[in-house]
């Protein structure tokens, strides 16, 4: 680390808002502030609203030769590009191709005073998967591990892979994709957001959850406090709920997800021989509930010479800010 | 690479011969020759042996100080640790952990004259797939590559990974077992030589497609030249003969199994994204047959994303000695 420059910027931009966060090499956020994503018509007017959003942070920190690089977690990124491509999701990104991280160090270098330039400042992208995992590596629960696999579980299924320390981002820069793979090959598989069936996201998300919730209340007899509210209102929240309070449909629904988890993991030790597997986002807060069945599927569908060997854990950098952690490791590499 | 030492030697440790090759910087197999494997009760007479074979073809191209190094490949070879384990089909090697690397730089050192001893010789190993793809990778159709997948068609199915430049060996040095990820989550989903049900091996090896073929000809009433043959003599080459004649049923195990593959190859891109899956082994010599089915599934079923975008190849080291080619890259790193 460049001891003249002891921060860097973490950014968060997600659908609604985009975080800027000044964090330190121990992970601590000295200064943040946010701006609405989708507030702008272009992506010129959104990285010009970014910039004077960060302006006062950077000035908190000292200026800018103290900041030592900025990193971006943000959908459909493309970190050998530094775009963001085609995101269905961000109005002034969604038809297509946007230069966020050059955009970004050409306007954060006009701050230096004419007196002084400085070299431009170095601007990584990348998704928030992937992100997660460069935050679980820099400052999380894989702190030295070499090899491992972060899996996000919100509304879809992200990954990040590490693999002999470094993040895999494939030839064209869209790999660890995980969410994508098939866990269900037969004619009756879920389809999948993406397009292809059987993909684990249909299965693991918080709403693939609710989907299996809706189903087994279709298929079954079995009571179950779910029955009590509109089954198309049924979300992940309400089947944790019922689960705490001893609902045996609802531990079901956990003991399905989880070994749908685990099963589609033991796929994965085939492929990359992780040291552990970190698991991220809202239905990790089930605790053991989620957790327990991944690792028993896991261990008992894993090939033999992989049995046992791998961590299950959940990440601690499980709060409103680890996006932004996660973002800023990417700029100390 | 060293111009002093102009030659390595790769090891082909199969489970009837073990072949010796002394290899040059362009992939020229100078000198060669070869042991029977099983022929030896301890894995010290059988490295003892391995030198014997040797010395002449060391001898040949000028000594040992002409060798930069060692590469050996091998069923149950740990890249990390140098060792066979557990092997069960070396009778030297199937109930403990040989340190075979160790053991060839050891006794290969003491052929140094005493009066000019030699720095000890860098012996790597590792299994069969792995060292396709380091040949691949080194002399073969990946020169230039950074991301890619050998997957090898033989009596089972194999794969060696390379991300970032490097082969993938995870967290043990056991990665890359890419014939034992699920392609079939039934109930009915056959059940593989390693203990899981529905790997790829168990539907794409040579053995798998024979077996696909005495499903089909007990499921239909399809005319086909496989009937003449008794249906458990039936092997994969049966069926390559009969598609080349124009059989239909053959054409179609052979749709099938390409299906398969490239249905799996569409879960390894979720995964790494690489740039070109190289297909090695005795099926990828049925060419298009295999070939065409393997690319149209991968492109049918891939994440959008990723579509159109990989290579599919066959092997450019098809040939006898192409597993001494790929231990012998090894020995250049």
Redesign the interface.
Known sequence: MDTQKPYVIGVDLGGTNTVFGIVDARGDIVAQDSIKTQAYKTADAFVEAGVECLKPLIAQVGGLDKIAGMGIGAPNANYYTGAIEYAPNLSWAHDGVVPLAQMFSDRLSTLAPCSSPLAPLKVRITNDANAAAMGEMTYGVARGM??FIVITLGTGVGSG?V??G?L???????????G???????ANARLCG???HGCLEAYCSATGMARTAREMLQLSEQPSLLREKNPDDIESIDVFLAAQQGDEMAKGIFNYTGFTLG?AC??????????AFIFFGGLCKAGDLIMKPIEEAYNR??????RG??KFLVSSLMNANAAVLGASALAWE
Chains 1, 2 share one sequence.
């Open positions: 070499k090899n892979i693999i002999n470094q895999v981002y494939g030839h064209d820069g869209f790999a660890g994709e995980l994508h793979v098939k866990v269900d090959h037969s993406c397009g292809r099963e033991a796929d994965f030790a085939a492929f990359s021989s992780p040291e569908s894993v090939m033999p010479i992989f060997k791998a």
